[in-house]
């Protein structure tokens, strides 16, 4: 059974902007935080932004702070993360991942932390 799945990847010109989609479980969208990362070839697998379940608390690494955006769609099980503005160093894969968190508590995408993965959707910025 697929726990999380992503899509809305896809090129992109600088400044253009993307979608990403993360559709989860219903057992792991209601319990759990749902966080962003993404990688670039043969760089680390980097936490840009997360949000909470329970509480709808936000997080964002400096590099996308003001230009994307996390969101979610609870009758859709869906975690959005619109991506604005977009330049030359975002170009990755990107992945949705779940960590649980306790009830009114705070996100943060540690990489080490994540109970479920997606197979990730890849962003390509090029004129």
């Known amino acids: 059974q697929v726990q999380l799945a992503e899509s809305g990847g896809g090129l992109v010109q600088p400044g253009g902007s993307l979608r990403l989609s993360c559709t989860a479980s219903?057992?792991?969208?209601?319990?759990?935080?749902i966080a962003w990362f993404r990688q670039a070839r043969e760089n680390e697998r980097d936490g840009i932004s997360c949000?909470?379940?329970?509480?709808?608390?936000?997080y964002y690494a400096d590099s996308v702070k003001g230009r994307f955006t996390i969101s979610r769609d609870n009758a859709k099980r869906t975690v959005y993360l619109e991506m604005n503005n977009l330049k030359p160093e975002d170009p990755a894969v990107y992945f949705c991942?779940?960590?649980?968190?306790?009830?009114?508590?705070?996100?943060?995408?540690?990489?080490?932390?994540?109970?479920?993965w997606g197979k990730g959707t890849q962003v390509t910025v090029s004129s």
């Open positions: 991942a779940a960590d649980m968190v306790l009830r009114g508590a705070s996100c943060f995408p540690n990489r080490y932390g994540q109970d479920y």
């Open positions: 219903e057992y792991i969208f209601e319990n759990f935080a």
């Open positions: 949000i909470s379940p329970n509480n709808g608390l936000t």
